[in-house]
């Protein structure tokens, strides 16, 4: 039940600071750049992979230690 909650509360957070991220201009040409070539897509979608990785990695793990905590 505590993963869940955790869980909840980090997409909370996430989806909170993604709001405030695109309310705000983009001051930079680069952004402008990678975002009309398209590019811009390939970096998110290569950063949620490593964070939907380092998610998994960490669930697992705590599964394994839970389980060697009850043994």
């Known amino acids: ?3 869940i909650a955790s869980l909840i509360t980090a997409l909370l957070i996430i989806a909170v600071t993604a709001t405030s991220a695109l309310a705000q201009p983009s001051p930079t040409p680069m952004a ?3 975002r ?3 590019r811009i ?3 998110i979608a290569v950063m949620l992979t490593i964070l939907g990785g380092l998610l998994m ?3 697992r793990l705590d599964r394994k230690i839970s389980k060697l905590e009850k043994e």
Do not use: Q
């Open 1 to 3: 039940m505590k993963i």
């Open 32 to 34: 402008d750049l990678m």
């Open 36 to 38: 009309s070539e398209g």
């Open 41 to 43: 897509y390939v970096v």
């Open 57 to 59: 990695y960490l669930i």
